[in-house]
């Protein structure tokens, strides 16, 4: 007995082309992206703890405001400004629990936008990237603080029993 072997691949062929119809070939959206032209990768923030810190902090970029915003808490103030709302294409900063996934696990997205929509701290500011932009410091209590840049000179944000603080230093 012989088997027609395009009598058979036809059919079959067709049905697994019309199993794929449905299905999108874009990958998922993430709700942010860590911002992989910002050095160092990630800063350590808060108390240490056995040679790490209470929290680490990613800066990312925000695809999908509202996604981000179900997945992360986007209310919390850290800075000056009041706290507005996350929108698209904005650059945020991920306080998370130090672990090998922090983007997908909920935390906390600190922004800073002033009245007219942008910021002074520069690691905010699109276009910004390489070193220089934040860092470390380590606090006179011990604990892990960052230093970031603005358009006039440092600042620092700590954590410190769950609240934050902005300091500017003086020019």
């Known amino acids: 007995m012989q088997v027609n072997f395009h009598r058979i691949a036809t059919p079959l062929f067709a049905l697994l082309t019309f199993m794929g119809c449905g299905k999108s070939s874009e990958s ?3 709700s942010i992206t860590q911002l992989s032209n910002i050095h160092p990768e ?3 923030l808060g108390k240490k703890i ?6 680490c902090v990613y800066a990312v970029q925000v695809n999908n405001a509202e996604l981000a915003c179900q997945q992360h808490t986007c209310n919390t ?3 000056y400004w009041p706290v507005q709302a996350v929108e698209n294409g904005q650059r945020a900063l ?3 629990n130090c672990s090998s996934a922090p983007l997908s696990s909920a935390g906390q997205l600190l922004t800073n936008k002033g ?4 910021s002074g701290i520069l690691i905010f500011q699109q276009g910004r990237e390489g070193e ?3 860092r470390n410091l380590e606090l006179q209590n011990g604990d892990y603080g960052l230093q970031l840049a ?3 000179a440092e600042g620092v944000l700590t954590l410190e029993n769950g609240t934050y603080s902005w300091t500017e230093n003086p020019d």
């Open 150 to 152: 603005t358009e006039a």
């Open 115 to 118: 009245p007219t929509g942008d």
């Open 28 to 30: 998922p959206v993430h």
């Open 50 to 55: 056995d040679g790490g810190a209470e929290r």
């Open 77 to 79: 103030q850290a800075f």
């Open 42 to 44: 990630f800063l350590l």
């Open 94 to 96: 991920l306080v998370n």
């Open 132 to 134: 220089g932009l934040w």
